[in-house]
């Protein structure tokens, strides 16, 4: 055991492995006594974790002691050794590849030279610096092309300053490197919040809602109510006024209704303290069309 390199069994597996993984990129080895392929990775792996020296933590398991977390991540096959990012596994290999390859495998899961500028991007645009923000993200896309937060940060800032076309852009040039989860909620919310903006522009809340209290069949009116509640952040509004649209005439506008439903849950799918008000609607949807 090291600062570096560690042992552990099911029990610790999601302090050790996945709340650590948010602080440093972690691999973890699955390998068994009898495995003499493991015998030969494992020395490699322990070298690699000494000289990174803390850039990345060595986590071994073994599977035959430990079997829970082996079935939980599909182990089929030893040695296997999983990466895990942001408490996401990232990327795999099996077998006992030489140096070379196990190094070139750690290079692709390290943090990238664009990480730093995100996170000052990040800080900047907290504090109202959004021209600063884009700048710090033009500079982490030039330096690391191919990280996908770079990009969805891009977006996000382009969303915050209503550059809508820009927003669309970047998220068209990112979407065919989008691979985890977590990176997919993302980028689908982002998009969602993208056509929404597109479609609740210019809207009154007020004074949509006065015509639709006039005119109650006024879908038109009522669509438009829906999206700029939304984009006022007014969610539950927003979604009550989709579902009347439903209810009034399911077919009205190419389906408006069921689709600006689904576009919102998508939207509030990257924001777990609505995921209560997004079941709401998906029974009360359920219940109408059925």
């Known amino acids: 055991m090291s600062d570096f390199s560690r042992d552990i069994s099911d029990a610790e597996f999601d302090t050790e492995v996945l709340t650590a993984s948010h602080k440093v990129p972690v691999l973890v080895d ?6 003499q392929p493991c015998r030969v990775l494992k020395p490699i792996l322990e070298k690699l974790a000494g000289e990174y020296a803390g850039r990345f933590l060595l986590i071994k398991i073994n599977s035959d002691e430990n079997p829970d977390a082996a079935a939980r991540y599909g182990v089929r096959g030893i040695p296997a050794v ?14 006992a590849l030489p140096e070379s390859q196990v190094r070139a495998f750690i290079e692709r899961i390290l943090p990238s030279p664009a990480s730093a500028l995100i996170e000052a991007a990040q800080a900047a645009r907290a504090e109202g610096e959004l021209s600063t923000a884009l700048a710090l993200l033009d500079d982490a896309r030039a330096a690391d ?20 076309a820009e927003a669309r852009a970047t998220l068209d040039s990112v979407e065919a490197r989008v ?9 689908a919310a982002l998009r969602a919040r993208v056509e929404l903006q597109v479609a609740g522009q210019g809207g009154d ?45 399911r077919q009205w506008g190419d389906e408006a209704g069921r689709k600006g439903l689904l576009n919102l849950f998508t939207l509030l799918a990257a924001q777990a303290d609505q995921e209560a ?13 059925n």
């Open 145 to 164: 092309p191919a990280n996908v937060h770079a990009w969805l940060e891009s977006a996000e800032a382009y969303l915050a300053g209503a550059h809508v």
């Open 205 to 249: 809340v007020d004074a949509l809602s006065a015509l639709v209290a006039a005119k109650p069949d006024d879908l038109s009116a009522r669509q438009q109510l829906a999206n700029a509640l939304a984009l006022a952040g007014r969610y539950r509004d927003a979604l009550e006024q989709f579902l009347a649209l439903v209810q009034r005439d």
């Open 277 to 289: 008000l997004v079941r709401e609607y998906r029974v009360k949807l359920s219940r109408t069309l």
């Open 82 to 95: 999983k990466a895990f990012v942001a408490g996401e596994q990232v990327d795999e290999f099996s077998g």
């Open 30 to 35: 699955f390998w068994a006594p009898w495995c």
């Open 179 to 187: 691979r985890t989860p977590t990176d997919a909620t993302r980028f």
